[in-house]
């Protein structure tokens, strides 16, 4: 595979024939498929940041992802795709989102016995440690990804009102559990620092390949309340930065206007403008270019820093709002012990309940990684949200 390449190819709709030619084309521009084996196991990483149809224009479109599949089991890899959307991270959440947003059909054609092919069933969530990190050192990821041996990331391009533009880097941001998205915004409100994070997380999983929908993509304020704008194309290439420069290029946008494209540059990983980067296929970015694709009216950092009282006040709701942690709930507690075993912090000690004991969290101590959680048994330990934070969490940031 040639690194320096983004390959872009023609692609006018979604119907099967025409998708089938288009990624074949674009795949076999930069060789992108050569590192698959027989035997591997390949995750795709997709956008399902809410469930919404396919139609919408908010995730990656399920004809596209059914032939990049068809193409990895024919060269005998077996196939999981998943995401974590904005909300719980968990299989009925998940259910909803596959099934609207046209994959479990999609899967269920393809491979019915699920054998070879499935949406993503593990919802364990495990402990990140990247020291090479800008913004996040320690964090917590959705850990379906250990379970791959390669990573495909397959996104849509789409306007962003706080990166400027979503696609193949920010996508990244769905591997961290939909109820923790909230808290890194809260950490990292300023759009340089969260940037950072996007660039931390694509150099710690490293996808061996990137691929974008932008057949139709979205336009106005994006990720989820854009307007659908039809651009015609799909595109690879094994350099995330390279790839959504041309994503950029091609929308009418530069490296000022998206905040990941800024960091990665700055951090030595990308390119500061389109003319560094090799484009091949079979037209020019300039015949398919839409010029006028309609920015985000909001473009700004959400910042929950404010100045006076009210600033203060409204500081503190936003805060507040915004946090979460995890809460027993005694009904349902059979009082195992399991989540005070596996808690890291050493946060949780049983107390007398009545008819057994429970759990009681330390919160100076909690560092919420969720732990407690993922290995309750009974599912007695939840995710506990502010009215605000619960509201928020539903508006997605992918
Ligand atoms: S979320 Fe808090 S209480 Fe639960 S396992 Fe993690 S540190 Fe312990
Ligand atoms: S793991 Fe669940 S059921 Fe067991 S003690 Fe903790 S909260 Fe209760």
């Known amino acids: ?230 651009i015609g194309a799909v595109l690879a290439s094994a350099k995330p930065y390279a790839l959504d420069m041309v994503c950029a290029e091609l929308i009418g946008m530069g490296y000022a206007d998206v905040a990941t494209l800024i960091v990665a540059n700055e951090r030595g990983l990308g390119p500061k403008d389109f003319s560094e980067v090799t484009v091949v296929g079979s037209c020019p970015v300039s015949e398919i270019k839409v010029a006028d694709f309609k920015r985000a009216t909001i473009h700004q950092s959400i910042t929950f820093e404010g100045k006076g009282i009210q600033g203060a006040l409204t500081s503190a709701v936003l805060k507040l709002a915004y946090t979460t942690k995890p809460q027993v709930k005694v009904k349902e507690c059979i009082g195992c012990r399991k989540c005070a075993d596996t808690c890291p912090a050493k946060a949780i000690t049983m107390v007398d309940g009545g008819k057994n004991k429970i759990p009681q969290i330390d919160r100076s101590k909690c560092i919420k990684c969720f732990c407690c959680q993922e290995f309750c048994p009974k599912g007695a330990m939840k995710v506990h949200y502010n009215l605000l934070g619960r509201f928020a969490n539903r508006i997605n940031h992918v």
Request: charged letters at 25%.
């Open 1 to 230: 595979m040639s690194f320096e390449n983004v390959a872009i190819e023609k692609c006018p709709s979604y119907d099967y024939e025409v998708v089938k030619e288009a990624l074949d084309k674009v795949l076999a521009d930069i060789d992108a498929l050569d590192f698959v084996k027989p035997g591997m196991r390949i995750g795709i990483k997709t956008n399902l940041v809410a469930a919404m149809a396919p139609d919408k224009s908010v995730t990656t479109h399920p004809v596209l992802l059914k032939r990049l599949c068809e193409k990895l089991l024919e060269m005998g890899a077996s196939v999981v795709i998943g995401d974590s959307p904005g909300g719980l991270y968990t299989p009925m959440f998940l259910q909803n989102v596959y099934k609207t947003c046209g994959l479990e059909t999609m899967v269920k054609e393809l491979d019915p016995t699920g054998e070879k092919l499935k949406l993503n069933d593990d919802y364990s969530i495990h402990n990140g440690e990247f020291l090479d990190a800008v913004s996040i050192k320690t964090f917590i990821y959705t850990g379906w990804l250990d379970n791959v041996d390669a990573i495909i990331n397959f996104s849509k391009l789409k306007t962003h009102a706080m990166m400027g533009m979503s696609c193949a880097v920010k996508n990244m941001f769905g591997t961290i559990p939909g109820a923790t998205k909230p808290e890194y915004h809260m950490r990292f409100p300023e759009e340089h620092a969260f940037a950072n994070i996007m660039v931390d997380l694509n150099e710690f999983f490293k996808p061996k390949l990137y691929v974008v929908d932008a057949v139709d993509g979205m336009e106005g304020n994006g990720p989820t309340a854009g307007e659908k704008r039809h």
